[in-house]
Structures are given as C-alpha cells and as structure tokens.
C-alpha cells in the first residue's frame, strides 16, 4: 500500500513559478513510476508528466513542456513538479499518482493523492 500526499499549491501570478511535492509512504516507493495529473473545473483529468522508477526517463504533455519539470528523489521518498512561466490555464487541483508504468494514463496508475490547488491569476 502506498499513500501519497501532494503540497505546494497556492496562488501564483501569470508568469510566476510553483513547486509541488508529493510524498509516499512505504518502502517500495522507489520501484514506482510516478505521473502528475491535474483538474480543472468542468474538465477532465489530463495527464501533465510521469517519470520511471529510477528517475531516467520522463514524459511531459505537450502543454506543459518546456515549462515543467519533473523530478524524484528517491531517498526522500518524494516526487517534485517545477511549475515555470505559469498560465491562467493552469489553474487546477494537481494531482500525483504511483503505478508500475511509466503511462499517460490515470487508470493505469495504483495509487492517487488527493490533491492541491494551484490557481494562477491573469
């Protein structure tokens, strides 16, 4: 069982940069790939960046590369997502999520957090 808790979320300028962490319980974090999902209000979940197990390889959404990055640390037991340039559409809950698969898919990944808000003002 892994548990994950996300934090970092707040309220940014257009522009303006963020950084969220998620961190996992228990002591197989480090064979799991972890994703980053967000939600907009009246959206679907969409997929925003993953990463493999051991840090290696990762796969950003188009609408988000070049701007995000994301990272792990696997003694810590916690995944990072650098938010740079940021938009008004990015304005979401930002969710992070531990599967077996480096995916873009959400229902491919086994663990889920519960979220936090990013809201960026124009």
């Known amino acids: 069982q892994v548990q994950l808790v996300e934090s970092g979320g707040g309220l940014v300028q257009a522009g303006g940069s963020l950084r969220l962490s998620c961190v996992a319980s228990g002591r197989t974090f480090s064979t799991y790939a972890l994703g980053w999902f967000r939600q907009a209000p009246g959206k679907e979940r969409e997929f925003i960046a993953t990463?493999?197990?051991?840090?290696?390889?990762?796969i950003y959404a188009d609408s988000v590369k070049g701007r995000f990055t994301i990272s792990r640390d696997n003694a810590k037991n916690t995944v990072y997502l650098q938010m740079d340039s940021l938009k008004s559409e990015d304005t979401a809950v930002y969710y992070c999520?531990?599967?077996?698969?480096?995916?873009?898919?959400?229902?491919?990944?086994?663990?889920r957090g519960q979220g936090t808000q990013v809201t960026v003002s124009s």
């Open positions: 990463i493999k197990a051991n840090g290696g390889y990762t």
């Open positions: 999520a531990a599967g077996r698969a480096v995916t873009t898919v959400l229902a491919t990944y086994d663990y």
